[in-house]
């Protein structure tokens, strides 16, 4: 939990270099927040663990943003 807040600014900063409204951009941060507390409290749930983190434009559909959250918890 004690670097959720670093994962979240890196999203904010990506969709921030796509020029997206504000709003939205809070909306795709929340869900992200959801996604990785969902990670960390489920995959790790005693332990600290590895998380990575990417975003990305799809190449199938411009308007759509892809976020990747991976893990190696149990």
Known sequence: IEHLHHMLIFV???????NLDENLIDKITLAAEEALVNVIRYGYPERE????IACE???EDKRALKIYIKDYGI
């Open 12 to 18: 904010q900063a990506y969709c921030q270099t796509l």
């Open 49 to 52: 663990g590895e998380i990575e």
């Open 57 to 59: 434009i799809s190449k």
